[in-house]
């Protein structure tokens, strides 16, 4: 299984580091992500991903869209 940190998932998605947090917090489909402490016994870590969850999570957003997708094209 491949980690990467936010930085380099974010270069490998096209997107800032910045995005990808607040893709993490998202409160109904949540980027999965793990923290890793970079010192041990001090408060300092870096969000890990490991690319299978990457992928699972992309894979259920596209599909989320198009499900909406769907849903606006009843409503019109």
Not at 44 to 56: A, L, M, Q
Not at 58 to 71: C, I, V
Request: aromatic letters at 12%.
């Amino acid at each position: 299984m491949f980690s990467c940190s936010k930085k380099e998932l974010a270069k490998k998605l096209g997107v800032t580091p910045r995005t990808i947090v607040n893709w993490s917090h998202l409160s109904n489909n949540s980027l999965p992500y793990h923290k890793r402490d970079i010192y041990k016994n001090k408060t300092v870590w870096e969000y890990v991903f490991y690319e299978d969850e990457v992928n699972r999570w992309l894979e259920s957003r596209s599909n989320s869209h198009t499900k909406d997708q769907q849903n606006q094209r009843r409503d019109d």
